[in-house]
């Protein structure tokens, strides 16, 4: 099996994306999250010459800096002032939960190799299979943490899912459109961060669990 | 086999065979010397010189030994056992580039030698009657029941692709069928690092270097031996630390063979480099990494197992393409 420098990139952020649902430490998971844009940002630059589009350098840089340094350090601030350390986790345990989601990626692969591949198009089952198993690697980590940024960052890995989809079944979209989606993102996580601080200062935790549990 | 053999071949193989002993000889005191002066280094100290363990050795073949009364023979011979199975071991696992072909090196082999040595190490701790035995060998058969499957299954997918159980073929020089596969490669070899990890009660697991009781799970087996006893089981852990270590730089030189080819010469000089940089690396991340709760261990050897479990994900994925 020969894969080009893209396909590798993102063959490794999709096993950096599993390998952080082993980790309940929401630093661990942040620092995780900051490989795997990075990752996936170098996966665009190398497609970008693949393809020869000028457009797709600058999407990187946007992506490297917007997606994996700005968001990041925002969350990592936000760790600090909510003065959190690890998520305790619900469901199943961690390490299960890790290979749970190799079972997942095999079945993205599978499901895959089922996909109609259009006459003429290069094949890109590798970057579909990351895709996929990125996204249900996020639907995962969404679904068996309890704390609130611990959801943000699965939603988080469940976008750059759906990017890599994107990137991967197309000749790249026009810029404006991805730029705006990245953003979109950018906003989406700046609006939850502040949503976080106004339900730790109403009910003293971030816990999503017990959010149910509410009264009047 | 002999007697089809011209002089000339019969010297070659002969020279190779003696040059083999002095690497197996050499390497495990020149690792843990490598070890031993990152650690120091990274702590702001000087350290002991590389060939510290030869010394350390020498003074203790020279010591008189104290036996527990309540020890038998099972304790007296354990260590010479060790030091031959491991010996043995050495000769079948290619753990490094020059390795004369030995006989059978079936990977369920391996894996299972490797086995018997731990069954007598904890043998001889039970024997020897000392309660701190007893726990360390209990706490060492859970850690070397965890990490089995993890082990087995990154060289069982690696024998998967090579259609052989052979060891000596799967990690061949001229194997065509696994010649492309950097990714297998790279897997099979961090699984292979962090299994033995485990398995040499390093770091994150068991810190070597301190003796306190309720931590200590290898050291805490080695306590009632001394003298020449300590000497041979000092030196057989080295040398399980050189073979595994050696296994898997043998994984990661296969690895970026596909990127860049090296010339056959080069390949014994890689190997020991290999085994050193390894070495080197534990070295850094055992003065920054924090010896984990034992009850954050399985959690640990999960991540070696999420590597073995991706690794045969690939070799499984490989079957169904071809």
Known sequence: MSFTPAEWSLIASATVAILMVGSLHVRVNLFGYCVLTVLISLATMFSAIDHHETSMFYLAGAIALLKGISIPLFLYWIIGKLKLGSDSGAVLSAPLAMHLNIGLTIMSYFLVSEFPVPLGELRTWVGAMAAISMVLTGIVLMLIRRLAISQIIGFLVLENGIYIFALTQTRGMPLIIEMGVVLDVLVGVMIAGLLMFRIQSSFEHIDVSKLTDLRD | ?322
């Open chain 2, 1 to 322: 086999m002999w007697q089809s053999m011209s002089t000339e071949t019969f010297l070659f193989e002969t020279a190779r065979w003696i040059l083999f002993a002095v690497i197996t000889f050499v390497m495990p005191i020149l690792t843990i010397g490598v070890v031993r002066k990152t650690r120091a280094r990274m702590q702001g100290r000087m350290g002991a010189p590389l060939l510290q363990a030869l010394f350390d050795l020498r003074k203790l073949m020279q010591k008189s030994e104290a036996v527990s009364s309540t020890a038998t023979w099972i304790f007296r011979s354990g260590a010479g056992i060790e030091l031959a199975n491991m010996l043995l071991l050495s000769t079948l696992v290619p753990w490094i580039a020059n390795k004369p072909d030995g006989v059978s090196s079936d990977l369920f082999l391996i894996v299972y030698l490797f086995a018997l040595s731990r069954l007598f190490a904890i043998l001889a701790a039970l024997d020897s009657g000392s309660p701190f035995g007893a726990f360390g060998s209990s706490r060492d058969a859970t850690l070397a029941m965890l990490v089995e499957p993890a082990s087995l299954l990154a060289l069982v997918s690696l024998a998967v692709v090579a259609k052989s159980t052979e060891m000596n073929v799967i990690f061949s020089l001229t194997n065509v069928l696994l010649a492309h596969d950097p990714g297998l490669w790279f897997l099979a070899g961090t699984a292979i690092v962090m299994a033995s990890l485990v398995e040499l009660s390093r770091m994150p697991v068991d810190d070597p270097a301190t003796h306190l009781e309720l931590t200590m799970i290898h050291e805490a087996m080695l306590l009632e031996s001394s003298g020449r006893n300590l000497a041979l089981r000092e030196f057989t852990r080295a040398l399980k630390m050189t073979v595994l270590f050696g296994l898997s730089a043998q994984c990661y030189l296969r690895a970026w063979d596909d990127f860049w080819h090296f010339p056959v010469v080069a390949q014994v000089w890689l190997s020991i480099g290999g085994i050193l940089g390894l070495a080197l690396l534990v070295g850094l991340f055992e003065s920054v990494s924090v010896k984990l709760q034992w009850r954050k261990v399985p959690e640990f050897i999960s991540y070696c197992m999420t590597l073995s479990l991706l690794a045969a994900m690939v070799a499984v994925a490989r079957g169904v393409v071809h």
